[in-house]
């Protein structure tokens, strides 16, 4: 299979063709890590059945023990292996798998997983991934892959194989340049409990209306001091300069992300559309920070659909 993508000059980077598919398979077999593209961003993978291999992902992106990690399976079957699912789970399985959504689910007490995976709480967070490199690796391996965003911890996503490298450096043996990202924010993260109710743990592409739309009701709160699944930290998804929100204008030391008619330095969207915003997000953020200007300013984004996905990263982001 061949995925179209840019040339990177990066030793690890590889373009997507049969012989980096085999290359990917063998490391991650052999407990190695591999980066690789989903829809959502670039993730870092291990298998999530050999303790060694999840210990390396910690290891290479520098996170914290307690904060879990998703896990990826090539069907729902595949998923069912690891995870309870209650009726609600099923629906919403059966509706946007595969695709951008996350569901923790109690653990199932014959898994295998790694317990670092889970970070010691009896639920594992899992999805079904669209993206072909994804699939095709998940299938060729038979693996189920833990992959969290292939970056360091907390700070910026990455959208593309040059942003992984940059981050990440030689610490990931093989990196599969499937070119950017579609949807290019992390997945929705839903819980689904015993009880029939569900909480939306990170928003993401798959915004509430439409998950409302499935389950017939409204999710309930969410225990702000409970860590369940990624990116519930406070301060995550940070460039390495200050962040400034809500901006409409700017000072001559600031970097200014736009969004509508807010031109900016750069603009998410001169159309004001929130999914070419969130697709541009990151490579937006990579680019405020590697700029000679001191600070980043970013305009105003609408708190609604995946805008208000944006606006959960910007806040952390801004911490």
Partial sequence: MTVGSNPCNRSNIRNV???????????????????????????????????????????????????PLIVHAAHIDIAREVADFPPLAEKLAKNFWPGPLTLVLPLRRD????????????????????HPVMQAVLGESRLILAAPSANRSGSISPTSARHVADSLGNTVSLILDGGSCETGLESTI????????????????????????VTGSEPVAVMADKIEAPGQLASHYAPSKKVRIDAAQTGPDEFHIGFGDIAGDYNLSDTASLAEAAARFYAALHLADASDKKTIAIAPVPDSGIGRAINDRLRRAAI
């Fill in 190 to 213: 839903v819980a689904v409990r015993d009880n029939g109710e569900w909480q939306i743990l990170r928003p993401g592409p798959i915004d509430t209306a439409r998950l409302e739309a």
């Fill in 111 to 130: 898994a295998r997983i790694a317990p670092a995976v889970t970070a010691g709480l009896a639920t594992i967070a899992v999805r079904v991934p669209a």
């Fill in 17 to 67: 063709d049969e012989d980096a598919l085999v290359e990917a398979v063998h490391l991650l077999r052999e407990a190695g890590l591999v980066a690789l593209p989903t829809e959502t961003v670039y993730g870092l993978a291990a298998n999530a059945r050999s303790a060694d291999a999840v210990a390396s992902i910690y290891t290479a992106k520098g996170r914290p023990s307690f904060n």
